[in-house]
């Protein structure tokens, strides 16, 4: 059974980084897009970052030049290095994992607080 599992979430106060983890324990090919989403509380779940094949990254708008998505295909493991901290990033963070369209699978959250 495919599991993704998030970490590294917590509280910062604004203007600080924090680093979240998603291990996968499924098979994960060099193919598959890799994201992370988040969703706050009342809001919809948006798309925060994806990274495909050869590294290719999309980011929303909001979280371009403070986000970084990486990925290391040999451990299995999605990270998102997140900078520049604001309240308004303070979400439930969600990893996700898709395989052309009938792959596609969610890890349980982690959370993310952001305040002074």
């Known amino acids: 059974q495919v599991q993704l599992v998030e970490s590294g979430g917590g509280l910062v106060q604004p203007g600080g980084s924090l680093r979240l983890s998603c291990a996968v324990s499924g098979s994960i090919f060099s193919t598959d897009v890799m994201g992370w989403y988040r969703q706050a509380p009342g809001k919809e779940r948006e798309l925060v970052a994806f990274?495909?094949?050869?590294?290719?990254?999309k980011y929303a708008d909001s979280v371009k030049g403070r986000f970084t998505i990486s990925r290391d295909n040999a451990k299995k493991t999605v990270y998102l290095q997140m900078s520049s901290l604001k309240p308004e990033d303070t979400a439930v963070y969600y990893c996700n994992q898709r395989r052309g369209n009938r792959y596609d699978y969610w890890g349980q959250g982690t959370q993310v607080t952001v305040s002074s």
């Open positions: 990274i495909g094949f050869g590294g290719i990254t």
